[in-house]
């Protein structure tokens, strides 16, 4: 099993390296950061859920191949886990959409980093995003999200990695382990937390920077594109 094993991390640090590398290389904004130019917990639990998940299947499919088995994809993935990503995108999805209606309707209560001047710490995604606390307060309802799905994601991992170690052969492994549905309830209520937590709309302008500077950064730029360069005759 050592083969499906060492699949399932090279797939999980390939999966790392075009998300988040890649696109720091070539000048682009990496997945883990927002439209705000700040680290968002949701995107940061979708992305590691995505590793996890795809780079055990691409090290299952793999380690079969290796094997010689002719159906490389024969293996299950449970309900539960289908439902898990389902909980875990769907969460994102209407996170960012709280994200963008407050950015559109109170952009100088939002805290934002300037339009390619993006900084602050990974851990700022576990900070208030808004008011005058934004950036130094730890949000409770973030940080018992990051945990739970932290203490999940470590659970599962040893659940997978003790499947592997049971069997002899690639073939052995009927598919993905499943989350009991206690876990997916736990998962789900964590989720509920969060995005609740999201509503109120603390008052107050954040100490470095805010979302209508950064919307008037990116007009300013829009500008300086569009002017043409007077043509004057010889």
Partial sequence: MATTFWAWVVSALV?????????????AQNVLRDARGRYSLSRVQVMVWTVVLLSLISGMAFGRFAAGQVDVAGFQIPQQVLWLLGISVGSGVVAAGIKVAKSTSRPESVAAYPLGAEGGSFWEMLTAEEGTSAGKSIDLAKFQNFVITVLLVLIYVAQAVSALKAVDVPAGIAGLPAFSDAFLVLLGVSHAGYLLGKVPSPAGTPAGGTMAQRLASVASEENVAKVV??????
């Fill in 229 to 234: 360069p007077e043509v004057r005759p010889a």
């Fill in 15 to 27: 999966i790392v390296l075009l998300a988040v590398v890649v696109p720091s290389r070539l000048g």
